[in-house]
Structure formats: C-alpha cells, structure tokens
T-cell receptor, first 112, second 114 residues
Framework: SQQGEEDPQALSIQEGENATMNCSYKTSINNLQWYRQNSGRGLVHLIL?????REKHSGRLRVTLDTSKKSSSLLITASRAADTASYFC????????????FGQGTTLQVKP | DTEVTQTPKHLVMGMTNKKSLKCEQH?????MYWYKQKAKKPPELMFVYSYEKLSINESVPSRFSPECPNSSLLNLHLHALQPEDSALYLC?????????????FGEGSWLTVV
C-alpha cells in the first residue's frame, strides 16, 4: 500500500518560475526522502530530511517537513527545462525495517 | 550518476522462459532491494536483503525468485511470468536497511512478457 499522497499530480510551469510539490503521509516517520525520475529512467535521490529537521536545502532545492501535519514540500527555484521529470516523496513508515513507501508522484513539466 | 548497475536494460521474454535480472553495487552497501514500477505509478517494494539475507518479501509470487550471491550482487530470477508482470524493475542499495540511510537506485530493467 502507498502511504504518501502528492499534490498536485501534474504541474506545468515556464522556465525560471518556481515549482512547489507537496507530499502528505499517514504514519509516523524517521525520515522522508525526495526522488526525481526522468521518463523511463531510474530514480535519482534528491534530499533526505529527518523527522527532527524542519527544513533542508540543496542547491535550487528546498524541502520542508511538518511532522505535526504529516506533510512535506519540495520547492524547486528558478526551474529549468531539464527539471522536467516526475518527483516522488518516500517515507519509512517509522518501522525502520528497510521498507520505503512512495507517494503517487508529481509530474513536472518545465516549458522553455 | 547512479552507482547501482542493472542488466539487462531491456528484456523481452515469453511466458515459459526462464531469465534473470542482475544488479551490482560497489559502494559497500549491505542492504539491497528490488522494486517493481508500472507505468505512471510509484515504485512498489518487492524484496529487501540485509547482509545477504532476505529480510522482507512483500508477498511476491513465487515466479519471482531473488538471490543475493554476495554483498555486491543481487539477482532476480524470473520463471513462468505473466503479461501483467511487464514493468520496470528497479534495484536499489543502501548502507544498511536502517532507513536513516539514503537509498540509491539503478536505472532499472524494462521487462516485457509476451
């Protein structure tokens, strides 16, 4: 079963704009990870944020985590056409058993 | 760039065939995973190996048989598959199966069952 719900399911923006994707989950977690997947390719790890962290940055990426609301957001600033991909959040469900549960994903299209 | 290598990238097999998917990592990771991903869906966990031992089997049908010959290799043996098994099969690894560690994915093997 999938724990995460992502919003929006699809997002289309112009190059240079910011893109925000949201992820909600149901159970307690130890950490939350964000991944990018280009069409037909494998998943590329973007950021891991731990349950005791509220915000994390990596280059043009900013991730926030609100454990009280069981939600996370991924912000991509100054988007580029190369950012076009599907983005997934994934949680560990607090079991810490090696089971990563993915959200449904957000498909981002960045128009040049 | 991913350091998890999967072969073959594409595989077409008949329902009576026996084939294998292979995965290799040289990052010294002791946890390895198989995920299945259908089109426009998120990846779904199939198996987890921790220190070369199977630790999680997500009720996967026996026509999928995982094998971990050593800490760097993970195989998925396929036999008598069905057309609905056609999907992208993703291998992943992490330092351990404690999920405070980042999980790294390979590029996947596209499987078509005819």
């Amino acid at each position: 079963s999938q724990q995460g719900e992502e919003d929006p399911q699809a997002l289309s923006i112009q190059e240079g704009e910011n893109a925000t994707m949201n992820c909600s989950y149901k159970t307690s977690i130890n950490n939350l990870q964000w991944y990018r997947q280009n069409s037909g390719r494998g998943l590329v790890h973007l950021i891991l944020i731990r349950s005791n962290e509220r915000e994390k940055h990596s280059g043009r990426l900013r991730v926030t985590l609100d454990t009280s609301k069981k939600s996370s957001s991924l912000l991509i600033t100054a988007s580029r056409a190369a950012d076009t991909a599907s983005y997934f959040c994934a949680t560990d469900g607090a079991g810490n058993t090696g089971k990563l549960i993915f959200g449904q994903g957000t498909t981002l299209q960045v128009k040049p | 760039d991913t350091e998890v290598t999967q072969t073959p990238k594409h595989l077409v097999m008949g329902m009576t065939n026996k084939k294998s998917l292979k995965c290799e990592q040289h990052m010294g990771h002791r946890a390895m995973y198989w995920y299945k991903q259908k089109a426009k869906k998120p990846p779904e966990l199939m198996f987890v190996y921790s220190y070369e031992k199977l630790s999680i089997n997500e009720s996967v049908p026996s026509r999928f048989s995982p094998e971990c010959p050593n800490s760097s290799l993970l195989n998925l043996h396929l036999h008598a598959l069905q057309p609905e098994d056609s999907a992208l099969y993703l291998c992943a690894s992490s330092r351990t199966d404690r999920l405070r560690n980042t999980i790294y994915f390979g590029e996947g093997s596209w499987l078509t069952v005819v």
